[in-house]
């Protein structure tokens, strides 16, 4: 089945500095990935997405990565500021359409 | 923009009672879904609905859950006989498409004592 994992549970970056978040999914099916970001006492709000056709996309001060060899994504964020200090998720979707979530990683940004 | 709502934002009930938590999808999404989140976890799967009847359900939505669209905005989940294990936090979302990314509300928090 599709599990989708982040290497770290926790992330703190210098106020200025870029930002990498891991996540390794299982299910080489997956076609479609999303990040999320979410906030306490917040729903998940969706940042970027990638679908398995594609191994880099660009956003607003965001940038992901896939990597299908070895079923690998991350997420870069340059310039962190303390406005992204929050939890993220990868989220992988099965065959079917659901979303499968990654355990989450916090960064804390410092000012 | 336009968002999803949740309401309520709180919910507290006895162990045993029937909740109802509700949601107004994006009104132009076709595709809705519950979601839930235990303290410190992953967002998990519970089910997936489009044109008025569930596409996929998780292990998680037993014959205590059910769903509902009773009229073209809202879209109801239900859990028959509430277990502490319940407490969670309930998140809906929808999506455009079935290829479209999901937008999730702010969740409802379900506590069951």
């Known amino acids: 089945g599709e599990s989708v994992g982040l290497h770290l549970p926790t992330l703190s970056v210098q106020e200025g500095d870029n930002s990498i978040i891991n996540c390794a999914y299982s299910?080489?099916?997956?076609?479609?990935f999303i990040w999320y970001k979410q906030e306490s006492g917040k729903g998940p709000q969706f940042i970027i997405d990638i679908r398995s056709n594609m191994d880099k996309r660009q956003g607003q001060r965001v940038t992901v990565l896939l990597n299908k060899t070895v079923k690998h994504l991350s997420l870069q964020i340059a310039a962190t500021q303390p406005g992204d200090s929050a939890v993220y998720f990868c989220a992988g979707r099965e065959q079917g359409g659901k979303l499968i979530f990654g355990q989450g990683t916090e960064l804390s940004v410092k000012p | 923009e336009p968002e999803v709502t949740q309401t309520p934002s709180h919910q507290v009930t006895q162990m045993g009672q029937e909740v109802i938590l509700r949601c107004v999808p994006i009104?132009?999404?076709?595709?809705f879904y519950w979601y839930r989140q235990i303290l410190g976890q992953k967002v998990e799967f519970l089910v997936s609905f489009y044109n008025n009847e569930i596409s996929e359900k998780s292990e998680i939505f037993d014959d205590q859950f059910s769903v509902e669209r009773p009229d073209g905005s809202n879209f109801t989940l239900k859990i028959r006989s509430t277990k502490l294990e319940d407490s969670a936090m309930y998140f809906c979302a929808s999506s455009e498409t079935a290829g479209s990314p999901l937008h999730f509300g702010n969740g409802t928090r379900l506590t069951v004592t």
């Open positions: 299910n080489s099916a997956s076609d479609y």
């Open positions: 009104s132009n999404h076709l595709y």
